[in-house]
C-alpha cells in the first residue's frame, strides 16, 4: 500500500479527461495533475522540444513526491515512450495500454488511428500494434483542428463545424472500413458523439484516457502501490500559464468548475 499521489501531466488540459476516468475508477488515490498550458501544443513542435519538455513535466511531478508518473498526452507518450528509464518511480504512457485493448477489440484486424500530428508522424501506434500482431492493418490520420474544437467548447454532434470538420478527417478511415478507432489524443473522447455519428455505431472507438486509467488501477494493485482504503483521495492542479480561464475548459474536460483551485508554477526551472 502507498499512499503518495498519483502524478498526471499533459500538454495542456486534455489529460483532464484521463483524471476523470481515475478519480472514477480509483477515488482513494490522490492525483497531481500539470498542464502545461503555458507551451502547448506539443502536438505541432519537434521530437526535441517535447522530450526535453516531457523531462521538465516529469522532474515538476516528482518534485511532489509522486508514487508514479503518467503521460496522459498522445504526443508524450509516442514521442518520449523511452522517459520511463531516466525516472525513479514507475513511468506509464497512453500508447500501450491503448494499443493493447484496440487489438483486442478489433475484429476485422483493419485499425484506425487519430492524433496529433506529432503523434502521427511518430509512427508510434503502427509499431505499437504490429508488435502485439503483425497481421494488424494500421490506417492514420492526424487531426489537427480537433484539440482547438474541443478547447473552444464545439463539441455538438449536431454543431456543423466539428461535425463536417470530422467528415472531413475521418472519411478516408471510414473507406478503408476499419471496424476499431484509436483516439490517440488525451482531446479527442469529448469529440466522440461527432467520431461516432460519422464513423458509424458498428466501429469500436478506444479512448486512450480510459484505457490508461484502467491500466494504472491494475498496476498499482499488483504492484501493491495502491492507496490504503481509509485514505482520502484528493487532487491538485497545477498549470504553466495563467490560472484565469482554466475553469472554463476544466468544466468542459474533467466536467467539474475548478475555479481557485488551481496554481501557478515555473515549469522552464525544472
Ligand atoms: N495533449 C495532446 C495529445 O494528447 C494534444 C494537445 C497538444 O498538441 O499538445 O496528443
Known sequence: MDPRPIGVFDSGLGGLT???????????????????????????????????????????????????????????SSVAADLGESLPVPFLGVLAPTAAAAAAATKTGRIGVIGTTATIRSGSYRRALSAIDPALEVFDRDCPLFVPLVENGFLGEDDPIPLLTAERYLAPLKEAGVDTLILGCTHYPLLEPVIRRVMGEGVALVDSGRETALACRRFLLSHDLAAPPEHEGGRRFYVSDRTEGFAGIAQILLGENLDGQVEHIDIESY
Do not use: H, N, W
Open 18 to 76: 484521463a483524471v476523470r476516468q481515475l478519480t472514477a475508477g480509483m477515488p482513494d488515490e490522490t492525483i497531481v495533475y500539470f498542464g502545461d498550458t503555458g507551451r502547448v501544443p506539443y502536438g505541432s513542435r519537434s521530437r526535441e522540444t517535447i522530450r526535453r519538455y516531457a523531462r521538465q513535466d516529469a522532474a515538476f511531478l516528482l518534485s511532489q513526491g509522486v508514487k508514479m508518473v503518467i503521460a496522459a498526452c498522445g504526443t508524450v
